[in-house]
């Protein structure tokens, strides 16, 4: 088994080459999918969320309401780091299990984005970042998720600065361009990491 910690920046392009490194046949354990199912209705999780945020924090119909939360965090490192204490351990446990149940020959994809800022590159075999510029990533952020230049930038600036990712960074993947250069990127690390 081959374990991969995949990162870069909101807006970089972690989805798109995780959803290529998918379709090539590697196992992916999306932090982000899996940050949301450990805090679904019901979930141990959305309880201490509540718990530590109050019931403000809900939707309507009992799901955590994220741009709510957001506005809390990402305005407030203390915040964020009381959110990170309950929802990490419970993404790592969760993605233990998926590891544990790739096969021994998978190459398994930690698709992860804060795995720089908590210090997570020496878990893995190696690390691939996905890089692009930050007005690359801003552009992204406004023109395709729809949100404004001040929210995107503070999302951006409540991460790793590109320096700190490059430093961790055993592969490069730059996602600066449009889509037609990034496969071919992706094709001939999928090749790299097959051959270990």
Do not use: C
């Not at 590697?26 to 959305?46: K, W, Y």
């Not at 965090?73 to 990170?84: C, G």
């Amino acid at each position: 088994m081959v374990k991969v910690g995949l990162t870069g920046g909101i807006g970089a392009g972690k989805s798109e080459v995780s959803r290529l490194l998918a379709s090539y046949g590697a196992v992916i354990v999306d932090a982000d999918r899996i940050a949301r199912e450990v805090v679904e209705p019901g979930t141990p999780g959305l309880a201490a969320v509540v718990e530590e945020f109050g019931a403000g924090v809900l939707a309507p119909d009992g799901t955590l309401d994220r741009p709510k939360l957001g506005g809390i965090v990402f305005a407030d490192p203390e915040r964020l780091k009381a959110l990170n204490a309950i929802v990490h351990p419970l993404v790592g446990a969760r993605s233990a299990e998926l590891e544990a149940s790739a096969g021994p020959d998978a190459v398994v994809v930690h698709d992860v984005p804060l795995l720089a800022e908590n210090g997570l590159a020496p878990l893995y075999d190696l690390v691939i970042v996905i890089d692009a510029a930050p007005q690359t990533q801003l552009d992204r952020l406004v023109r395709q998720r729809g949100m404004t230049e001040d929210e995107a930038k503070s999302r951006m600036a409540a991460q790793a600065t590109r320096e700190q990712r490059l430093a961790i960074a055993d592969l490069v993947i730059d996602n600066d361009g449009p889509l037609a250069e990034l496969e071919p990127q992706v094709r001939e690390v999928w090749e790299r990491l097959r051959s270990r």
